[in-house]
Nanobody, 120 residues
Framework: QVQVVESGGGLVQAGGSLRLSCAAS????????MAWYRQAPGNERELVAIISASGITNYGGSMSGRVTISRDNAKNTMYLQMDNLKPEDTAVYYC??????????????WGQGTQVTVSS
């Protein structure tokens, strides 16, 4: 069974930086698109950034210009570099991945989330 696990969240002061990681593990066929979402209390889950297997990226509007998404396909790992963080960036950040099994089945994977808290 394939799973994705986030790491790197924590408490940071406004203006600071954090780097999140998301690692896929298990019997992996191939990982297609990977993405970061976030969800603050009382809000819907929103897209932060997405990256294709070939490295094409797109960013959601709320953090555009302050985040950089990247991935290391050899390690089945995705990263999110977040800079100039603001208190309104406080949320649980989730990893999402599209796994293509060795039998060609498409499976969506979600991580358990990592908390990011930005203090003012």
């Amino acid at each position: 069974q394939v799973q994705v696990v986030e790491s790197g969240g924590g408490l940071v002061q406004a203006g600071g930086s954090l780097r999140l990681s998301c690692a896929a593990s298990g019997s992996i066929g191939s990982i297609n698109n990977m993405a970061w979402y976030r969800q603050a209390p009382g809000n819907e889950r929103e897209l932060v950034a997405i990256i294709s297997a070939s490295g094409i990226t797109n960013y959601g509007g709320s953090m555009s210009g302050r985040v950089t998404i990247s991935r290391d396909n050899a390690k089945n790992t995705m990263y999110l570099q977040m800079d100039n963080l603001k208190p309104e960036d406080t949320a649980v950040y989730y990893c999402h991945a599209i796994h293509i099994t060795r039998w060609g089945r498409r499976v969506e994977l979600w991580g358990q989330g990592t908390q990011v808290t930005v203090s003012s």
